[in-house]
């Protein structure tokens, strides 16, 4: 569906940022590709991208390092590479709920905690470095109770983007519509997306259920 021209308005053409990526994503990787195979074939990984695996979680790094992880990865799992990024956003959603219990507790519903998301990231705060993995993220509020999400990045990121709605939504247990209405890869100058919310079971999921024993 295409963009309202309000909604056109509210991310007018601004210039892309080079930006490296934030070391939260390295870590997610890490801490997936540990559970849910071992530690030798992370370190495999690591090999074949002649990396050395030292990632802060607060720190930046080259994209080409990240892009070639995520290939290997992608090579691995037999996936292309933006579904390699979705699982990695899905995956990724119990890790944040694990290390920013606070976050997701505060909030009942996906709709709630992308919200609050811009107004609690101070530089202060632990989950703020996960808001910085998108450049200039930003909310708001659409038509019909829909949100608009944007933000600028220096690499396709949409995959990873659509994979942590996926998970969170699943987290709060919502039913959500994604609209992809921007796209840097489409030589759009921002990444924008309109997110619906098409009801909720109202029920977060027990922290004690499977998908999340794995990282515990």
């Given at each position: 569906?295409?963009a309202t021209a309000d909604e056109?308005?509210?991310?007018?053409?601004?210039?892309?940022r080079e930006v490296a990526v934030?070391?939260?994503?390295?870590?997610?990787?890490?801490?997936?590709?540990?559970?849910?195979?071992?530690?030798?074939?992370?370190?495999?990984?690591?090999?074949?991208?002649?990396?050395?695996?030292?990632?802060?979680?607060?720190?930046?790094?080259?994209?080409?390092?990240?892009?070639?992880?995520?290939?290997?990865?992608?090579?691995?799992?037999?996936?292309?590479?933006?579904?390699?990024?979705?699982?990695?956003?899905?995956?990724?959603?119990?890790?944040?709920?694990?290390?920013?219990?606070?976050?997701?507790?505060?909030?009942?519903?996906?709709?709630?905690?992308?919200?609050?998301?811009?107004?609690?990231?101070?530089?202060?705060?632990?989950?703020?470095?996960?808001?910085?993995?998108?450049?200039?993220?930003?909310?708001?509020?659409?038509?019909?109770?829909?949100?608009?999400?944007?933000?600028?990045?220096?690499?396709?990121?949409?995959?990873?983007?659509?994979?942590?709605?996926?998970?969170?939504?699943?987290?709060?247990?919502?039913?959500?519509?994604?609209?992809?209405?921007?796209?840097?890869?489409?030589?759009?100058?921002?990444?924008?997306?309109?997110?619906?919310?098409?009801?909720?079971?109202?029920?977060?999921?027990?922290?004690?259920?499977?998908?999340?024993?794995?990282?515990?």
């Amino acid at each position: 569906m295409p963009a309202t021209a309000d909604e056109a308005k509210k991310y007018p053409p601004k210039a892309l940022r080079e930006v490296a990526v934030k070391g939260i994503v390295f870590n997610w990787l890490e801490e997936i590709v540990t559970a849910e195979f071992d530690p030798e074939t992370w370190e495999e990984l690591l090999d074949q991208a002649g990396s050395d695996g030292i990632y802060a979680s607060f720190g930046s790094y080259p994209d080409e390092e990240m892009t070639r992880l995520v290939e290997i990865t992608a090579g691995m799992l037999g996936k292309t590479l933006v579904e390699t990024w979705r699982w990695l956003g899905r995956r990724a959603v119990p890790l944040m709920a694990i290390h920013y219990p606070m976050s997701f507790a505060a909030t009942n519903t996906l709709r709630d905690l992308l919200l609050s998301l811009p107004y609690t990231m101070d530089p202060e705060s632990r989950m703020s470095n996960t808001t910085d993995i998108f450049s200039e993220f930003t909310v708001c509020e659409g038509e019909n109770e829909a949100l608009l999400v944007g933000y600028r990045a220096p690499i396709n990121l949409c995959g990873l983007a659509e994979g942590l709605a996926d998970g969170a939504a699943e987290y709060f247990g919502d039913a959500i519509e994604i609209d992809q209405l921007k796209c840097t890869i489409q030589e759009d100058d921002t990444c924008l997306y309109r997110v619906r919310f098409l009801g909720s079971d109202d029920q977060p999921l027990d922290m004690d259920d499977s998908k999340f024993v794995l990282f515990l």
